[in-house]
């Protein structure tokens, strides 16, 4: 078990919701075969899909990934990120604390191989520093039988994509993202490979710039960008994009401080070649299509 779980109780005014449950699961078993020749049983009947939730508004949710939600009997994630989605009659919601990713990949698998139609939630992508590789890792080193199970991966909007879109499009050519967390490698290996994207003149996306516990490794970051760029490389902090907590500022990287960001925060910074174009209110920000 981790974290704790939540059972919604059905009533009579609930049959619409259940038939939409239904009619979502045979869209998603027409949709996708099953994993293997063998997933077809009575034990596993189950299935798990890891969907992006996208950055925040419900508009932003792909119809894929609600169609597995309302399909879903367990909902399992960081509790944040299960909070966003609506309770309804029949639907078991398995909440657990940040950092216990592999646990909660073991033991959402766990209730999918129990016959169990399961969501593992994530924020944005679930592929793109979430819980899509943490799903793979416990498949990768858990039991023979998991591998057979029917498991899907469900894109989503992730931070940098709809960051950019409110801005114009600021990674309209060559560009990468990279997590500036060090709970799971070391900074030696962040410097190197922000030193290397900003030598190589990529666009970047920065995601989990500055927390409480590690406020330094942003402004080690934004030294190195100034070791290397113009001052006036252009910079984006979007903070909690498409929440009622929405903020965005665009500045030149001269003016950038560490306080601009948080753990809620994703730092779009361009390349040499990217542009301001002066408007009323936000400029927009834009990478040409070509390079020289």
């Not at 259940?18 to 994993?35: D, F, K, T, Y």
């Not at 942003?218 to 190195?224: G, S, V, Y």
Request: hydrophobic content about 50%; aromatic content about 4%; some cysteine.
């Amino acid at each position: 078990m981790v974290g704790r779980e939540r059972r919604d109780g059905g009533g009579d005014g609930h049959a619409a919701r259940r038939n939409r449950g239904a009619r979502a699961a045979l869209l998603l078993h027409r949709r996708r075969p099953r994993a293997g020749p063998q997933a077809v049983t009575a034990a596993a009947a189950g299935w798990l899909a890891v969907a992006g939730l996208g950055p925040g508004d419900a508009a932003l949710i792909t119809p894929e990934a609600q169609a597995a939600l309302d399909a879903a009997t367990d909902l399992v994630g960081y509790g944040p990120y299960v909070a966003r989605v609506a309770p309804r009659p029949g639907l078991t919601v398995h909440a657990s604390d940040n950092r216990v990713e592999l646990d909660r990949a073991r033991h959402a698998l766990d209730l999918a191989a129990a016959g169990r139609r399961v969501v593992v939630a994530s924020s944005g992508d679930p592929g793109v520093f979430a819980m899509a590789s943490a799903v793979c890792e416990a498949v990768e080193a858990g039991p023979a039988d998991w591998r057979g199970l029917d498991i899907r991966v469900l894109p989503g909007v992730t931070a940098m994509l709809a960051a950019a879109a409110r801005v114009g499009a600021p990674l309209g050519h060559d560009f990468c993202a990279i997590n500036l967390s060090d709970n799971l490698k070391p900074w030696a290996l962040i410097e190197r490979r922000l030193r290397l994207a900003v030598e190589a003149d990529f666009a970047l996306a920065l995601y989990n710039p500055r927390s409480l516990a590690r406020p330094e490794g942003f402004a080690r970051a934004l030294a190195l960008l100034r070791e290397v760029c113009e001052p006036a490389r252009p910079m984006v902090f979007a903070r909690a994009v498409s929440t009622p907590e929405e903020a965005l500022r665009v500045v030149r990287l001269a003016e950038a401080a560490p306080e601009m960001a948080d753990m809620r925060t994703v730092v779009l910074i361009g390349s040499s070649l990217t542009r301001l174009i002066p408007r009323a209110g936000r400029p927009f920000v834009y990478t040409p299509r070509s390079a020289p």
